[in-house]
């Protein structure tokens, strides 16, 4: 749950005068999202999403993301729509943040994933993947496997006191997913944080994709690797296969993975549950008590890593 | 910023089907409220919030509270009004919390207060107390006079180390407080935490109030001595005479005070500052460093405190 910069009324009032979105009826913090502030906003002329971005995110990206949900919007994806003022910038300072005004999307993220979600979500990652196609910008993945490395040395000695044993056992790991990284596969704009909660469903039906704030140009496939960890793993940390099936039969419905990307899955999925599991780990270390965000158990991670380490090839994923 | 309890999706769903008011659209947690759980909701039916009440909130009062708001939203009080379910009640239980949906308020709570907020509070306020008449049933005020000294009590010896002497100050000023308590002033339903975080305006003009599970049956004026303190004090601690004049006046202008309403502010103010005061510095004592809840500083109402036992009369309030 977030809100970290209170944005007064005369604030909002004064930012809204660079619009031509009407005047303002409600305005209301969210309590989700941990990586920036966003407010539930409704003007005369409609409801939005606020949205001002935190320390995380850096301002001279901001502009490829904006672009990016503009393209995908403008292609067919549902996903928040950047609003432009009326001097065609979709950017604008508020309160000492940069901030932009995105389209409200209807739906309810699902708090527990069930089989019939999955199909949905694997179609719409692929239809992601197509209407990217034609972004012509790029974003290097940050939190790729270049970044996996220096992340987990940030970690430091505190891995171990995490879990004895897990600094030793994650660096094994990572030295052999990079040794096996797949060079080659087909390469696009990539969501890469598609959790149950970046993700709206309206009565049974899929309804919208929000949060491209880690989104990057890299291996599509690995994309379905982050759904897989995200969406097909009970609570337990086993795989439920009958849910990997069908992620992999909706994407496979849109765009057909490749033999070469569909053998690559186990390594690609161990490299997306080292991205978590170190993310988790170092936010575990470095989140103070007294903030506002719930930390994560990298735990979980490390469960699913050792599945997809263990995973003879593909078949593993129900395929 | 609040929602301690998450509902899933399901579980809302399956909620709803007890009322008529449509299907669920979407819905998002609000950051705000420290009491409760509030869910914006939308449905197809049109938009709502759903509270459910948290652990500080008695179930047994619950009827009380919604019932004062549906009294005083049929008798032209703009407040949230609980919405029926089929069963004709306003309360079920939601993830094992009691839990209730009341219509949406449009409007922004002015995070700044300034002059021309101030009298239309006060007739608001005014116009609360003349719509309560008509609600038969009373609720003791928990945290009226007789609930200070058990409070004081409770804050112990951490109130010496919040600052040295303020053990010894509150409780000289706690008992000349209780002295002179004024009685036989006019009795009523009293909103008690008026506060501008519950007060909606809309295009300049006050557009709502909201939050009423302080509500209780009270002196009247000491509701307006707790609205001079929540809005008529600048950042350093002074009464803006002119801030404290004009809600005077609003009030006025709706309800007459009475020559002994008037002689009773100073006092009143006392203890709605020590009220204030008290409560702060409880939570600030038992509040855990990890709660999602942002402390207030209790001190800022010591120097609220200090001023009202310092005005000689009512015209310390610029009447």
Redesign the interface.
């Known amino acids: ?3 970290y910069t ?5 604030a ?1 009032a004064a930012f809204l005068t660079a619009y031509d979105i009407g ?10 999202g941990v990586e920036n502030s966003n407010y ?1 906003l ?1 003007t005369t002329g409609g409801d939005f999403i606020l949205t001002l971005y935190e320390k995380r995110v850096d301002p001279a990206e901001l502009p490829w993301f904006l672009g990016l949900m503009d393209h995908l919007a403008r292609h067919g994806i549902v996903c928040p729509r950047p609003v432009a003022a009326r001097d065609g910038g979709a950017l604008r300072p508020l309160c000492g943040r940069q901030a932009a005004i995105t389209t ?9 994933v069930r089989v019939e979600h999955c199909a949905p979500v694997g179609a719409a990652l692929a239809a992601l993947h197509l209407a990217g196609q034609g972004y012509a910008p790029t974003r290097a993945n940050a939190l790729g496997p270049a970044g996996w490395a220096p992340l987990l040395a940030r970690c430091g000695d505190v891995t171990e006191a995490v879990q004895p044993g897990l600094g030793t056992e994650l660096h094994a790991a990572l030295d052999a997913i990079l040794a096996a990284w797949p060079a080659g596969l087909p390469i696009g704009h990539i969501h890469a944080d598609l959790f149950p909660d970046n993700v709206f ?3 049974g039906a899929l309804s919208g994709l929000i949060d491209f704030y880690f989104a990057a140009t890299d291996i599509l496939a690995y994309d379905v690797a982050v759904c897989l960890n995200a969406w097909c793993f009970e609570a337990d940390g086993a795989l439920n296969v009958t849910k990997a099936r069908a992620l992999l039969a909706g994407y496979g419905g849109v765009r057909a993975l490749s033999a070469a990307e569909r053998a690559a899955l186990p390594v690609l999925c161990q490299g997306a549950a080292i991205r978590f599991l170190l993310t988790r780990l170092y936010d575990w270390v470095n989140t103070p ?2 903030a ?1 965000v719930t930390r994560k158990d990298p735990i979980e991670y490390l469960r699913r890593l050792r599945f997809h380490r263990a995973a003879p090839d593909e078949h593993a994923y129900g395929i």
Chains 1, 2 share one sequence.
């Open positions: 749950m977030a809100v209170e944005v007064s009324d005369e909002l005047r303002m009826v409600a305005f209301r913090g969210i309590a989700e539930s409704r409200f999307l209807p739906g309810v993220w699902p708090r527990r469903f309206l009565e008590p007294g506002l």
